[in-house]
């Protein structure tokens, strides 16, 4: 069994709780993930079964979309409301929708960000949450990030505003409310978040926890699974014969290939093979997810 299964996330979990829980559900140990959620945070979570795990660390698409809900006059010591209060103030009424909808294309490009003290981040080989708990601050460089469009959906509630935020991998949204708060002069915390789509993945591939336990009792859990070459979708297909596939197979070159030098996906009777190089028509494999009979 490999492939994708687009996860539902459901608030309370960790997203290692997910990869233990699809453990059981799949039958597997070979479980890893791609682009954590936080436990309060829903939504897409792309989880990768048996030998689609190499495929982790080789995602094209890494952008996030997130509905973020900012709750203006309150900031906490995680930077969400699962946290301890350490800020509070009144909101002055010039503050509002107009104003935070004025402020937010501030925030739209690349940027830096100091990731948060309630984080995996590693400094010094230890994560910084193990030193937040500690009640240490450690001293963290700001890091590069992008946001490509963020803007304003609505206000639920008074000093609420729900945003739409689509950005780069390795955006903290805690962080970027924070800033916004901030930057209008008021403490900001985060008191919603939901994931929409991680890279080409979306909210309408997901499948929640119980649809997925359901399905396995059905026999129809292979279904809900989306092919590891979703994976490099964006990357253009190639197409190799029965002898190229041995030879991909075996980690073998083929000389006087007809593609132009490139990344390809490599097919061979419609069956993906696995990843590919060109370079002056010698083709390459890089990484292989098909059966090496």
Request: glycine share 8%.
């Amino acid at each position: 069994m490999q492939g994708i299964i687009v996860v539902d996330k459901p608030e309370g979990f960790t997203s290692f709780d997910v990869d233990a829980k699809l453990r059981g559900i799949c039958g597997t140990r070979r479980i890893g993930h791609g682009g954590t959620l936080d436990p309060m945070a829903t939504g897409v979570l792309p989880v990768f079964v048996g030998e689609a795990t190499k495929a982790v660390d080789m995602q094209l698409r890494v952008d996030k979309t997130y509905t973020a809900l900012m709750q203006l006059g309150l900031r906490t010591d995680t930077g969400d409301i699962t946290g301890r209060t350490v800020e509070q103030a009144a909101v002055p009424a010039a503050v509002d929708a107009a104003a935070v909808a004025a402020m937010l294309p501030n925030f739209v490009g690349d940027l830096t960000q100091i990731p948060p003290m309630y984080s995996a981040v590693k400094v010094n080989g230890q994560p910084l949450y193990k030193a937040a708990r500690a009640g240490k601050t450690v001293e963290r460089a700001p890091r590069p990030i992008s946001v490509y469009s963020l803007t304003l959906e609505n206000s639920p509630a008074r000093n609420a505003y729900r945003l739409h935020i689509h950005c780069s991998k390795g955006v903290y949204v805690r962080v970027l409310l924070e800033d916004i708060g901030r930057a209008l002069g008021v403490p900001a915390t985060m008191a919603a978040l939901r994931r929409s789509a991680s890279g080409p993945y979306t909210l309408d591939m997901s499948h929640t926890l119980e649809q997925l336990q359901s399905a396995k009792e059905a026999g129809a859990l292979e279904s809900m699974m989306l092919s590891v070459e979703s994976v490099f979708s964006e990357l253009p297909a190639v197409k190799v014969n029965e002898e190229t596939r041995r030879r991909l197979i075996n980690g073998a070159p083929t000389y006087r290939f007809p593609a132009r030098d490139g990344r390809y996906r490599a097919l061979c009777a419609g069956e993906f093979l696995g990843v590919c190089h060109v370079e002056k028509h010698v083709l390459t494999v890089e990484k292989l997810f098909c059966a090496r009979s």
